[in-house]
């Protein structure tokens, strides 16, 4: 089992839909969680952090279930501009000197005018 | 803000040579990665080094890869015989310490091997 799960899309939707992205991870010991973007050949961008409160910036809002291991990403009035990979990404962060992170194959996302 | 910068942007090397990639990590950051994305892949792990030794390494790691910290500033990966399989994105990181916050990766190196 992979210890990052994406659907891999890609979505297709029209500017203004709402999109969801859904992932799992299977190392329970996990300690932070992450979701990135990453547009094609550039490297993955931070876009936000993942609170068990939820957060939300702007018109993303995250969510993160640890009973589950289940983390969500939810797009509201979706952009052309919004079209790129979405990358759910874990900390494994056992403590001591590590803090490696661990990339789901990402969810590519088309938003179409 | 300050961000990691990688050079080269692009390297092209035939199977067999030595690569060495750069890296200037954040100021004032104490932690530094490699990952590597093979085209159409997932990013993936490579090593995390602190304090100048290596904390933690991958599989993908093996002794054809080292790192090292040779200066205050460069942090770099060298891939002593390159392989076709080699070839991918090579993207660095760092953080300020050990906590659970997210890293900011560098643009990257795109390697080409022959």
């Known amino acids: 089992r992979k210890e990052v799960e994406q659907d891999p899309g890609p979505f297709n939707v029209p500017e203004g839909a709402t999109v969801a992205f859904n992932c799992t991870y299977s190392?329970?010991?996990?300690?932070?969680f992450f979701w990135y973007r990453q547009d094609c050949r550039k490297e993955p961008k931070l876009l936000m952090s993942?609170?068990?409160s939820g957060n939300e910036d702007g018109r993303f809002t995250a969510q993160l279930n640890r009973a589950s291991q289940y983390i969500s990403l939810l797009i509201r009035d979706s952009k052309l501009s919004d079209s790129a990979t979405y990358l759910c990404?874990?900390?494994?962060?056992?403590?001591?000197?590590?803090?490696?992170?661990?990339f789901g194959t990402g969810t590519l996302l088309a938003v179409q005018p | 803000e300050p961000e990691v910068t990688q050079t080269p942007s692009h390297q092209v090397t035939q199977m067999g040579q030595e690569v060495i990639l750069r890296c200037v990590p954040i100021?004032?950051?104490?932690?530094f990665y490699w990952y590597r994305q093979i085209l159409g892949q997932k990013v993936e792990f490579l090593v995390s080094?602190?304090?100048?030794?290596?904390?933690?390494k991958s599989e993908i790691f093996d002794d054809q890869f080292s790192v090292e910290r040779p200066d205050g500033s460069n942090f770099t990966l060298k891939i002593r015989s390159t392989k076709l399989e080699d070839s991918a994105m090579y993207f660095c990181?760092?953080?300020?310490?050990?906590?659970?916050?997210?890293?900011?990766f560098g643009d990257g190196t795109r390697l080409s091997i022959l």
């Open positions: 990181a760092s953080t300020p310490d050990i906590s659970n916050q997210p890293q900011h």
């Open positions: 100021s004032n950051h104490l932690y």
């Open positions: 190392n329970s010991a996990s300690q932070s």
């Open positions: 993942v609170y068990s």
């Open positions: 990404v874990v900390n494994r962060g056992y403590g001591g000197a590590t803090n490696k992170l661990i």
């Open positions: 080094f602190y304090n100048n030794e290596i904390s933690e």
